[in-house]
Nanobody
Framework: QVQLVESGGGLVQAGGSLRLSCAASANIISINAMGWYRQAPGKQRELVAQLTAAAMTYTDSVRGRFTLSRDIAKRTMYLQMNNLKPEDTAVYYC?????????WGQGTQVTVSS
């Protein structure tokens, strides 16, 4: 069982930056995949960025602006978000997949004003 706790969301003006953090309750080195999803009002949850053993992937709309990283020693994953746009407004969720089960954080709200 892995518990995930996000932090770092908030209100920012367009063009600004935020860094989201996802603290895991267990060692994340053996996790098959970790990533960030987001869900805007009235829309489906979408994958924003994901790290697997094979690759780091980003959805087209954030590529070049967002960077996913992780600190294994701190059991923490980060999402650095630069040049934020109003369309990035959503609840952001941390996700971990150990190959058997998926785990989700509670979500953190990101609001970008124009």
């Amino acid at each position: 069982q892995v518990q995930l706790v996000e932090s770092g969301g908030g209100l920012v003006q367009a063009g600004g930056s935020l860094r989201l953090s996802c603290a895991a309750s267990a060692n994340i080195i053996s996790i098959n995949a970790m990533g960030w999803y987001r869900q805007a009002p009235g829309k489906q949850r979408e994958l924003v960025a994901q790290l697997t053993a094979a690759a780091m992937t980003y959805t087209d709309s954030v590529r070049g602006r967002f960077t996913l990283s992780r600190d294994i020693a701190k059991r923490t994953m980060y999402l650095q978000m630069n040049n934020l746009k109003p369309e990035d407004t959503a609840v952001y969720y941390c996700n971990a997949d150990n190959g058997v089960k998926q785990f989700w954080g509670q979500g953190t709200q990101v609001t970008v004003s124009s």
